[in-house]
Every structure is written in structure tokens, then in C-alpha cells.
């Protein structure tokens, strides 16, 4: 499978996304990892108003292969949950970057991007040919 790896997103290591909009941030999980999860049948997320710290679990991602945890690249309060995602799974499973986002925060203090991978670092991390 070929995946997309957006310039506009930077990467966390546990495979999450974050994109900066508007000082917020939202966060999804990559194509890559979705793909390995396989077909996926069940999505939890924390509620809205949650406050959470950096590597801290905001929900899991149940697949037919496994049940996977998502981490917070970094601190901050859930703004908004993307419901659609946690209603229809197959949301995240057909377009993960795209209407399959799971949060949005607002960081804590001021967010450091640059700590995370860039698209092309991530990409040499998951498909090195």
C-alpha cells in the first residue's frame, strides 16, 4: 500500500499526528498504523474538557488484529472529540488524515513541534526501501 505522508503533519513515534491550526492541535493516527491494525471495529476516546499530560492515553483503537493505546504527543485540554469516528470507525479507516482527526487541544504551554518527526523522517521510519 502506498501512504501519504502530508508535509503539513508532524509525527510522534507511538505513530500519532498532530497538524497546527489556529494554535490548536489536532491529532489523528497515521495511514501507516492504521493500516497495520487492520480492519477496524471499535474507537474510545477521553470526553471533551479532559486535561491531559504529554505520553498520557487518550483512548484506544480496537482492531480485528489487536487493541491499540493512542498517546498525547503533548499536554493540553480536549477541546473537541471527533464523534463521527467513535459512531463509524470506518471513518478512520478509510481517511485517517483526513475526517478520521480523533482530537483536538489546546496545548498546555507553549508546543515545540520540531520534537516530533517530519513527514520525511517518518516516512524513512516506517517504509525504509
Known amino acids: 500500500m502506498s501512504y501519504k505522508f502530508p508535509n503539513n503533519l ?3 513515534d507511538t505513530h500519532e ?3 497546527e491550526e489556529n494554535g490548536l492541535l489536532k491529532i489523528g493516527v497515521s495511514e501507516f498504523a ?3 491494525l487492520g480492519d477496524i471495529v471499535f474507537v474510545e476516546l477521553v470526553e471533551k474538557g479532559t486535561n491531559l499530560q504529554k505520553g ?3 483512548g484506544t483503537i480496537e482492531s480485528v ?3 491499540e493505546e493512542v498517546y498525547l504527543p503533548f499536554a493540553g485540554e480536549v477541546l473537541s472529540v471527533n464523534e463521527s469516528v467513535i459512531d463509524n470507525p470506518e471513518i ?3 481517511d485517517p488524515i483526513g475526517n478520521g482527526w480523533l482530537l483536538i487541544i489546546k496545548p498546555e504551554s507553549n508546543v515545540l513541534l520540531d520534537e516530533l518527526m517530519n513527514s520525511d523522517e517518518y516516512k524513512s521510519k ?4
Open 10 to 12: 508532524k509525527y510522534a
Open 56 to 58: 498520557e492515553t487518550f
Open 34 to 36: 492504521i493500516d497495520q
Open 65 to 67: 488484529k489487536a487493541v
Open 17 to 19: 499526528y498532530v497538524k
Open 126 to 129: 516506517v517504509s525504509p526501501n
Open 92 to 94: 478512520l479507516q478509510n
